[in-house]
């Protein structure tokens, strides 16, 4: 058993629940309005869609998408303890499995692929390998959301070295650089900004707005360029191309 899989067996109780307390589908629904804003137009229209969420956790998104009307979104993750949470959640499509195994039984079945905080688990090399697994797995025009720990960012090291299984962050450049190298096009970039859901997260939104600036007018000051993504996390589209006769 490696470092790794002795965390994942409770990575619930270890690293959830001392953080954001009891999991609890209310407070799934709190984060509702975030993920609306951060991955619903990266989404596919089509509500038959095969959506699969990729390291799926307790199920959080696999119930979003599901309260939105996606009526064949599934998750797959590693951990039983994070699966059986989302069993006695009611929150059905979870199951348990290695991701690379399951990608590559699943060749061209999904419109659309979600790796929410995945990826930084791995090395250079598996990511590389789940990436091109996760290419063969779409649909021709599917799509594939990634968010990632962001090395940009003033403060990435609270989420890069926030969990003990995380092996690495990425700037834009090389989140880009990895897509390209795997096959994907039309890649793009989103923040991870935070989102109006009560008055004190709108004040939280207008003293943001004024430090990403701050931010990027260091980065500016330096670099010169325009539009520096800052925030701790960074978002990722991408698409398979269409097979060509």
Not at 51 to 59: R, S
Request: charged share 25%; aromatic share 10%.
């Amino acid at each position: 058993m490696t470092f790794k899989d002795r965390f994942y067996q409770r990575y619930v109780s270890t690293h959830i629940t001392h953080r954001k307390g009891e999991v609890t589908l209310d407070r799934m629904r709190d984060d509702f309005p975030v993920w609306d804003k951060h991955f619903g137009r990266l989404l596919p229209t089509n509500r038959d869609a095969r959506i699969l969420d990729v390291g799926c956790g307790h199920g959080a998104l696999v119930y979003w998408l599901g309260q939105r009307g996606y009526r064949n979104a599934e998750g797959i993750d590693l951990s039983a303890e994070q699966v059986a949470t989302a069993e006695r959640l009611g929150i059905g499509n979870v199951r348990r499995g290695d991701i690379t195994a399951y990608l590559g039984s699943r060749s061209g079945y999904y419109n659309g692929l979600i790796l929410r905080d995945v990826i930084e688990h791995f090395s250079r090399d598996q990511i590389l390998e789940i990436l091109r697994l996760a290419l063969c797995a779409l649909l021709p025009g599917g799509t594939i959301i990634l968010q990632v720990p962001n090395a940009e960012s003033p403060f990435f090291g609270r989420i890069r070295y926030g969990d003990f299984t995380h092996e690495i962050a990425f700037s834009a450049s090389s989140l880009v650089q990895v897509l390209q190298l795997t096959g994907y096009h039309r890649i793009r970039l989103r923040s991870t900004s935070p989102v109006v859901r009560s008055l004190p997260s709108l004040v939280r939104v207008v003293l943001w707005k004024g430090v990403e600036a701050f931010y990027r007018l260091l980065l500016f000051a330096e670099l010169g360029g325009r539009g520096r993504i800052v925030t701790q996390g960074i978002i990722a589209a991408a698409d398979r191309p269409l097979e060509t006769a």
